[in-house]
């Protein structure tokens, strides 16, 4: 009988192991995905820079075309 509380700590230590291998994995996942989020907010960001340059170089042009038409 001194096998079964031996073998029941090795079981408790398995367990332990698996556990933390399975949280790290959650946690890598987890970062996984956060990073998905901000490289997609990243994208957002440099498309409506983008965008707002291509506004304010039509409005310069307009505004040179036209000296009277006042921007925004």
Avoid: Y
Wanted: hydrophobic share 45%.
């Amino acid at each position: 009988m001194a096998l079964i509380p031996h073998q029941g700590l090795n079981m408790v230590s398995i367990s332990k192991t698996k556990a933390a291998k399975r949280l790290a994995a959650v946690q890598k996942s987890k970062k996984a995905a956060l990073s998905e989020t901000e490289e997609e907010a990243l994208k957002v960001r440099e498309n409506m820079a983008r965008l707002k340059a291509l506004r304010l170089a039509k409005e310069a042009a307009d505004q040179a075309i036209d000296p009277a038409k006042k921007s925004k």
